[in-house]
């Protein structure tokens, strides 16, 4: 069991050279000397203890997390990017796990370093799922579905969006439509440009009504409610008018 | 003349009408106030008031009662908000006698007042705002939110300062800014001023209308609309610069280099 701590700036940089470095040598091994040595790295506020598990899936991770850091601050805001990255790099392996070849595909920096800006914070491989969690717990295993190492494409298209991902009802409507509880893992066609009703019909629909209705006041059912006929094949159920 | 129909049936609330004033500006969290001039708009008594904060994906909202009965919350402080960052405001009417809550007036993306005092025309059209990820670069046009804004790399001293008021800056990068959200409001076809006169392009369009020589954007289906759309844009940045002896404020400033 390792005490989490943060990259400082110096750690930071040492991770992302790193990062750059993989990209041209894909089997070279992470620099986890970095985590406990004090010149790279520093204790955070507080108390909290990580250990090497292998987590099934994302969810899993997000909900251990949630306990292992629940002493400290484990905001995703940029004064705390060390600690994404700390822990991004003490779970290298999961994020950015070797192939049958050996070889590990690294993405973007902003997958494993917690990116300064909005647009990209929400990508970062650990944190982006764990806020999402930190917001609206179960009802967010449609965008947190799948395997750690890969982004989620639901989670970006609806966690970029500020009305969707600040409205606890659309998320909890995204769920009802493309969530298949049996199979436990989205419908499929959900990410479908031509299937009526898919997801990204589901955002032009969303901001069209929103033209019209305060979605932010009305509960998950009163939105499917308003929804078009073409998404009844998702399997909704509909309140019926009083 | 491009113009946009409202189909939706709820009423426009000018944003004059409800002025919103920021405190602990450069403070987190920010707080605010807002004012309702909303009588004789003809709204229903029972239809309830929000007022919703926003920016990028953080978001807060606040009830203010009814239209009949103001209530206004004692806490408005905004700790959803992103540190850092200006929010803007959205005044919300809503009727909820049916069983789904229709908006029935509404006053978008209100630019709060508490911010830049000294600049007030500049600022009510262009804000300024630090960003964190610019890497190497000290300015960039954001033009994907509510507002025009012009981020600032915030490793520079006193950058937001520099970019409001320090002439070399503004004799240099605002022509290029200007240019460059008269060519977004022209490609998203925004260019009929009286449609929104208190949005965005709105005001822009006639803040540079307004400037000698310059006038309303040329608009049509002819051939040569985009030709003369582009020199229409060349036009303005030209009169804005001289409205502000720009070359002239730059060669001052070389010469108190030199001396």
């Not at chain 1, 629940?70 to 999961?94: P, R, V």
């Not at chain 1, 609806?158 to 436990?184: H, K, M, P």
């Not at chain 2, 209100?110 to 610019?134: A, N, Q, W």
């Amino acid at each position: 069991m390792a005490q989490v701590r943060k990259l400082n700036l110096q750690g930071i940089d040492r991770f992302r050279e790193y990062l750059s470095d993989l990209s041209e040598n894909s089997e070279l091994v992470p620099p986890r000397e970095i985590l406990t040595d004090s010149i790279y790295s520093e204790k955070v506020n507080g108390q909290a203890h990580v250990e090497i598990i292998k987590f099934s899936n994302r969810i899993h991770m997000v909900e251990y997390l949630s306990t292992a850091l629940e002493s400290i601050d484990s905001s995703i805001g940029a004064k705390n990017g060390g600690l994404w990255s700390w822990l991004s790099l003490f779970y290298f392996d999961q994020v950015c796990p070797q192939g049958l070849n050996g070889e590990r595909k690294v993405g973007r920096d902003y997958r494993h370093i917690l990116d300064k800006g909005y647009r990209h914070r929400h990508r970062h491989l650990i944190a982006g799922p764990y806020m999402t969690h930190q917001m609206y717990g179960e009802k967010t295993r449609l965008l947190l579905s799948g395997p750690i190492h890969q982004e989620n494409r639901i989670h970006h298209e609806l966690a970029a969006r500020q009305e969707f991902i600040t409205n606890r009802s659309i998320i909890e409507v995204a769920d009802t439509l493309y969530f298949d509880s049996q199979q436990n893992r989205p419908k499929r066609g959900t990410l479908s440009k031509i299937k009526a009703g898919s997801l990204l019909r589901f955002i032009d629909v969303i901001r069209q009504l929103e033209l019209t209705y305060d979605l932010y006041s009305m509960q998950a059912q009163k939105i499917i409610s308003l929804l078009p006929d073409e998404f009844n094949e998702w399997g909704i159920f509909r309140l019926t008018e009083q | 003349m491009i113009r946009k129909l409202n189909f939706t049936g709820r009423k426009k609330i000018p944003r004059s009408r409800v002025p919103v004033t920021l405190f602990n500006v450069d403070k987190h969290p920010l707080s605010f106030d807002v004012q309702f001039e909303l009588s004789d708009l003809n709204l229903s008594p029972e239809a309830l008031i929000f007022v919703e904060a926003y920016k990028r994906t953080s978001y807060m909202r606040f009830s203010f009662g009814t239209i009949g009965k103001f209530t206004i919350p004692s806490n408005r402080s905004l700790v959803d908000i992103e540190p850092g960052v200006i929010p803007l405001f959205r005044v919300k009417v809503v009727d909820e006698t049916s069983q789904q809550g229709r908006i029935i007036a509404l006053a978008d993306k209100i630019l709060p007042k508490g911010i830049d005092e000294g600049t007030r025309e500049k600022i009510s059209l262009l804000h300024v705002e630090f960003s964190e990820d610019l890497g190497g670069q000290i300015w960039k046009l954001d033009l994907s939110g509510g507002w025009p804004v012009i981020q600032v790399n915030n490793q520079i001293d006193l950058i937001k300062e520099i970019a409001r008021s320090d002439m070399a800056f503004i004799a240099l990068v605002y022509p290029e800014v200007v240019r460059k959200i008269l060519n977004h409001i022209i490609e998203s076809d925004e260019i009929d001023p009286e449609l929104d006169e208190d949005d965005w392009p709105g005001m822009w369009l006639n803040f540079v209308g307004s400037m000698p020589g310059v006038g309303s954007p040329p608009s049509g289906r002819d051939a040569s609309i985009k030709n003369d759309q582009m020199e229409w844009i060349e036009s303005a940045v030209q009169a804005f610069s001289n409205k502000w002896h720009l070359l002239d404020q730059y060669q001052k400033l070389q010469h108190q280099g030199q001396e």
